[in-house]
């Protein structure tokens, strides 16, 4: 089974990222053909510092090679390493309706919010990403649930070329982990860096402890029995944790006597464990940066040879050759 996924870089990986997405990506490598790239031009829409996207860009690769991602068994490469994406981006254009893309959930807020002089890049947007998708013509594609809607018009828009110029894109199919859609941030809510609710996994062991131990709780009582079902710490403990470890502090929770500070520590410490490998991992990645160069351009090649396939088959169809 083939599996494209693209990710941004909008700053440090938190558990949000790893749990929901990250984690998922690099499972899925092992058993199926996987084409991950780094979605540069869609950065574009947000970042106007080079200095910023070239720093985001390697800080994302950096990211995902450190927690696992494996060139051997992955491509992994740059977007714009590949310019057909913008080719096919255009040619999609011009058979996708204004009424489609205005319906889009990302356009509807960019409009409703302050923000100033939303931009032709920020509308085409998921047609870009159409694109993105439906030049490896992918069985799957893995996506958080507020991604799901691009999906949909992805599928809107090769059935539509399809119609027009005969069959040519396979119809893609979201993939969701729904055991981990939504990871709880320090107060409750979705985590997300644009809450301020974050715990980053990569982050100085200070910070994180500080970031840990800001998990909101209730004021039950440290000898009163609490209810794991709702509590932050848990939750985020049993994405985590093994079977026996949860049902370990599951009892703890319900006889009593044991405080949510206890909890925090113990949350702390299972944080530590899981991600110091891939820590340290990220430290040797700094330090080894033309390795790091090589997979993304290695993973471009991979990318490429499937990209000009797809689009020479596109222009002959339009009538471009």
């Not at 800001?214 to 009163?224: A, H, M, R, V």
């Not at 009892?251 to 820590?279: H, Q, V």
């Not at 990645?285 to 040879?305: H, I, P, T």
Request: proline residues 4%; neutral net charge.
């Amino acid at each position: 089974m083939r599996i494209l996924s693209g990710m941004q870089s909008s700053g440090k990986p938190h558990l949000g990222n790893y749990l929901g997405a990250m984690r998922h990506h690099i499972n899925l490598q092992d058993k199926n053909e996987c084409l991950y790239f780094i979605a540069d031009y869609h950065s574009l829409t947000t970042v106007r510092d080079p200095d910023i996207l070239r720093q985001n860009i390697l800080e994302i690769a950096l990211d995902y090679l450190a927690l696992g991602i494996d060139p051997d068994k992955a491509a992994f490469f740059r977007q714009s390493s590949v310019p057909q994406h913008t080719e096919l981006c255009w040619i999609l254009n011009c058979i996708t309706s204004m009424g489609l893309i205005e319906r889009s959930h990302a356009w509807k807020d960019a409009k409703s919010s302050n923000r100033k002089d939303p931009t032709v890049g920020l509308f085409d947007y998921p047609v870009l990403m159409a694109a993105d998708i439906l030049m490896y013509k992918p069985d799957k594609v893995p996506v958080g649930k507020d991604q799901k809607q691009h999906i949909e018009i992805t599928r809107d828009i090769a059935l539509k070329f399809n119609s027009t110029f005969g069959e040519t894109f396979k119809i893609p199919e979201e993939m969701i982990d729904n055991l981990t859609a939504v990871i709880p941030g320090t107060d409750g809510e979705k985590m997300s860096k644009s809450y301020g609710n974050v715990i980053e996994i990569f982050a100085d062991e200070t910070i994180l402890k500080k970031q840990v131990m800001s998990i909101q709780t209730d004021s039950t009582p440290l000898e009163e029995p609490k209810n794991p079902k709702t509590c932050t710490v848990f939750k985020i403990y049993s994405l985590l944790a093994e079977k026996n470890e949860i049902e370990d502090l599951k009892n703890k929770y319900l006889k009593g006597g044991f405080g949510y500070g206890d909890a925090k520590k113990l949350l702390l410490t299972k944080i530590l464990e899981t991600f110091s490998p891939f820590r340290k991992k990220r430290i040797e990645l700094e330090r080894n940066l033309s390795y790091v160069n090589d997979v993304l351009n290695e993973g471009a090649k991979k990318a490429r040879k499937i990209a000009e396939e797809t689009l020479k088959e596109v222009r002959e169809k339009v009538g471009l050759e």
